[in-house]
């Protein structure tokens, strides 16, 4: 499915209600925006704003061809019909339409952008880890070296003091 830009919504929802007030709509029967284009001497006007309505809607149509549970869009050669199916398209409108389908668009995003991140500082820490794993080894080594030395040398020193001091071997 296409991604929905937020110039789109607002067209998108007119459309949609047309199109569930009416049962079904095409481009003509919709209102042309103002436009800089201007009309070419050879051409009527209302064949020229029929084609300017085919060319500016035209991805509006294509857009809804996507929603077929919510609408039923038929390419003619004329342009294209855009057919309400009551239940759903009703159930659509009233849940938000096209705003809510484009927050919910944008809060999934940003969802799976924390979650790109999140496994980007994964892979970072997990590196730093790799980095440094033998170096946490070495030092757990000393020091377990070193604590025992140091065990040694306190068993040999009160068994060298009680030796030189009796007085050390009574049990209080």
């Known amino acids: 499915m296409e991604l929905l830009h937020k110039d789109d919504i607002e067209i998108l929802d007119y459309i949609i209600k047309l199109c569930f007030e ?8 919709l ?14 006007e209302e064949r020229w704003e029929h ?11 294509e857009l809804l ?10 390419n003619t050669t004329n342009g294209n019909i855009a057919k309400s199916i009551i239940p759903t398209t009703e159930r659509f409108i009233t849940s938000g339409g096209f705003k ?24 970072k ?4 880890t790799k980095k440094t794993y033998w ?3 070495v030092i757990v080594v000393l020091s377990f070296i070193i604590s025992v030395i140091a065990l040694y040398v306190s068993i ?6 009680s030796s030189i001091y009796p007085a050390c071997n009574r049990v209080v």
């Not at 799976?112 to 496994?119: F, H, V």
């Not at 040999?156 to 003091?161: I, P």
Request: charged share 30%; aromatic share 12%.
């Open 22 to 29: 009416q049962g079904k709509i095409t481009a003509d029967e």
């Open 31 to 44: 209102v042309l925006p103002k436009s800089d284009k201007s009309m070419p001497e050879h051409y009527q």
């Open 51 to 61: 084609r300017q309505k085919l060319e500016y809607y035209r991805r509006y149509f």
């Open 65 to 74: 061809a996507n929603f077929t549970s919510i609408v039923d869009v038929i």
């Open 100 to 123: 809510q389908l484009y927050k919910d668009q944008q809060e999934k995003i940003r969802i799976e952008n924390i979650l790109q991140d999140k496994a980007l500082d994964e892979a």
């Open 125 to 128: 820490v997990i590196k730093w």
């Open 135 to 137: 170096v946490s080894v």
């Open 156 to 161: 040999n020193n009160l068994t060298f003091a």
